[in-house]
Antibody, heavy 118, light 106 residues
Framework: QVQLKESGPGLVQPSETLSLTCTVS????????VNWVRQPPGKGLEWMGT???????DYNSALKSRLSISRDTSKSQVFLKMNSLQTEDTAIYLC????????????WGPGTMVTVSS | DTVLTQSPALAVSPGERVTISCRAS??????MHWYQQKPGQQPKLLIY???HLESGVPARFSGSGSGTDFTLTIDPVEADDTATYYC?????????FGGGTKLELK
């Protein structure tokens, strides 16, 4: 069955770089795109970016200067790197698969909490 | 960016019919999707392309609308439906989410 699971450090210092991994199973990254979405505590969902099945990427313009998404298809992993972290980047970070027909999210990982604090 | 506006909260009794609305700041055709998020869990896709029921989702859930006005209906509501419901559009780049509607059961 389709599964996604995020992993990474729970705590990041301000101004440092966040690195997260989304490990997928049950589908191929060359067939489906994967997104990163974040959710500050008690707040709504924010789309961050997508890596499509062909390896191309799209980013939220508000984050584009700080964000990079890449993948390793042989390991079924998608990576997020975001630099210059601030306290407002504290959130649950989730990866989600793109649906078959358009830009919706049909399977989600459980998310990983990232706290930005010194 | 396309702004999606949802009512913040609703309270209904089990067995009733509830409609959750989502209004877009510009047309999104029928590229509107709905998610359910229970506390401490990831979102779950309920409805895609405005009215298509995701596999495994109970037929109590339905969606309708086009252009700028969309509705998620739950009929009848059950206690397990307590959650926050988000709409999301994919017609305009970037994809955006509504602020969520928290559904409480009386």
């Amino acid at each position: 069955q389709v599964q996604l699971k995020e992993s990474g450090p729970g705590l990041v210092q301000p101004s440092e770089t966040l690195s997260l991994t989304c490990t997928v199973s049950g589908f191929s990254l060359t067939s489906y795109g994967v997104n990163w979405v974040r959710q500050p505590p008690g707040k709504g969902l924010e789309w961050m970016g997508t890596i499509w099945n062909d390896g191309s990427t799209d980013y939220n313009s508000a984050l584009k200067s700080r964000l990079s998404i890449s993948r390793d298809t042989s390991k079924s992993q998608v990576f997020l790197k975001m630099n210059s972290l601030q306290t407002e980047d504290t959130a649950i970070y989730l990866c989600a698969r793109v649906g078959e027909s358009t830009w919706y999210f049909d399977f989600w990982g459980p998310g990983t909490m990232v706290t930005v604090s010194s | 960016d396309t702004v999606l506006t949802q009512s913040p909260a609703l309270a209904v009794s089990p067995g009733e019919r509830v409609t959750i609305s989502c209004r877009a700041s510009e047309s999104v055709s029928t590229l509107m999707h709905w998610y359910q998020q229970k506390p401490g869990q990831q979102p779950k896709l309920l409805i895609y392309l405005a009215s298509h029921l995701e596999s495994g989702v109970p037929a109590r859930f339905s969606g309708s609308g086009s252009g700028t006005d969309f509705t998620l209906t739950i009929d009848p509501v059950e206690a397990d439906d307590t959650a926050t419901y988000y709409c999301q559009q994919s017609w305009n780049d970037p994809p955006t989410f509504g602020g969520g509607t928290k559904l409480e059961l009386k």
